[in-house]
C-alpha cells in the first residue's frame, strides 16, 4: 500500500494512492484512526484494505497540498557518514582521515524541518551552501521496547519513503554539533509516498539516484551502507525505545554538492529528485526562503 499525508479544508488527512487517485483513510477510519501515526500504530492497513479495493477514490494525486509522509513524528533519527565514498569525499574536503565509525553517527532532525513531495525546499537568506544528500527513510511501525537484535530490527519496521535530506553546510560547521545545518525549516524533503514494508522485499538492496536538473549527482544501493537499516535499530534501541511513526534517515553517499569541485549548491528554480528502486521519484523546486 502507498500511503499520503495531505492537506484539506486547512486540517491534515492521510489516504492510500489508487492509480493516479487518493482514497481519504482519515475521514474513513478517523473516529479510530485520526492521525496516520494512530494509523500505522493500530493495524490501520488491514483495516484499510477492503476500503481501498471498494472504493474509486475522492481526490486526484497530482492536486493534493501533500505533507511530509509523517507529518509530527516522534522522533527523527539521522545516520552520518554511513557509505565509505561519502567519507572519503568529505576527509578530502575538510582534511581530515576519518575512516567511518564502529557504531554509527547519530544525530536528529526536528519535524519542523521536514516538506512534501511536489512542495518547495527552502534555500535561506543566511546561507545559499544549500546541498542535497539522497537517503532511504525508515518509518517505525510499533513499539520497539529496548535492545531489539539486528535479525528482528526489520519486523518493526512499517515502511520506506525517499528523503533529500537537503542541509546547510556552513551552519554544520559553525562548532562540533552539526545540528543547526540539518534543521533548517522545510528543507528534508519526504516522499513521493510511504511504501508498506509488505511491497519492498529488500530494503537492503535498492538502487537509489539523487538528480539534479536532470543530472545524475549520487548513485548507490542500500547495500552499500556501513551501517544497515537493521543495525541502526539495533544501536539506537540500546539507548532508547523507538515508537510508531519514528523516522530513521539512513544516510547518504558520495557525490553530494560540498565535495565537488567546483561546489554545487542548489538554487531557486533547480529541481531536485530522489529515486528509489520500488518506492518511486521525491521531486521539489528549491525556492527562496520566504521570510
Aim: glycine fraction near 8%; include cysteine; hydrophobic fraction near 35%.
Amino acid at each position: 500500500m502507498r500511503l499520503v499525508s495531505f492537506e484539506r479544508g486547512g486540517a491534515s488527512h492521510y489516504g492510500a494512492v489508487k492509480g493516479d487517485k487518493v482514497v481519504d483513510l482519515s475521514t474513513r477510519l478517523g473516529g479510530t484512526h485520526p492521525t496516520i501515526v494512530d494509523f500505522i500504530a493500530k493495524d490501520g492497513v488491514r483495516l484499510a484494505a477492503p476500503i481501498v479495493t471498494a472504493e474509486k477514490g475522492d481526490f486526484e494525486y497530482d492536486k493534493l497540498k501533500l505533507l511530509p509522509v509523517v507529518p509530527n513524528p516522534a522522533h527523527i533519527i539521522c545516520v552520518g557518514l554511513n557509505y565509505h565514498d561519502h567519507i572519503n569525499e568529505a576527509n578530502k574536503q575538510l582534511s581530515r582521515t576519518d575512516k567511518g565509525f564502529e557504531r554509527p553517527m547519530i544525530f536528529a532532525r526536528w519535524p519542523e524541518s521536514l516538506t512534501a513531495h511536489n512542495q518547495p525546499i527552502f534555500r535561506p537568506k543566511v546561507s545559499h551552501q544549500l546541498d542535497y544528500e539522497a537517503e532511504l527513510l525508515v518509518v517505525i511501525g510499533k513499539d520497539t521496547g529496548r535492545y531489539v537484535k539486528a535479525d528482528k530490527a526489520l519486523d518493526y519496521v512499517f515502511g520506506y519513503s525517499c528523503l533529500n535530506e537537503a542541509c546547510l553546510r556552513d551552519y554544520q560547521r559553525h562548532s562540533r554539533q552539526i545540528n543547526p545545518g540539518k534543521n533548517f525549516e522545510r528543507t528534508g524533503a519526504t516522499g513521493p509516498w510511504l511504501v508498506t514494508a509488505d511491497e519492498i522485499k529488500h530494503p537492503e538492496n535498492l538502487l537509489i539516484e539523487m538528480r539534479l536538473n536532470g543530472q545524475v549527482m549520487q548513485k548507490a544501493n542500500t547495500s552499500d551502507m556501513i551501517h544497515s537499516v537493521a543495525q541502526v535499530i539495533e544501536y539506537v534501541t540500546e539507548w532508547m525505545p523507538l515508537r510508531p511513526g519514528d523516522l530513521i534517515a539512513s544516510g547518504t553517499m558520495g557525490g553530494v554538492g560540498f565535495a565537488r569541485d567546483p561546489q554545487v549548491f542548489m538554487k531557486p528554480g533547480d529541481v531536485a529528485e530522489v529515486t528509489i528502486e520500488g518506492i518511486g521519484t521525491l521531486r521539489n523546486e528549491i525556492a527562496d526562503d520566504r521570510f
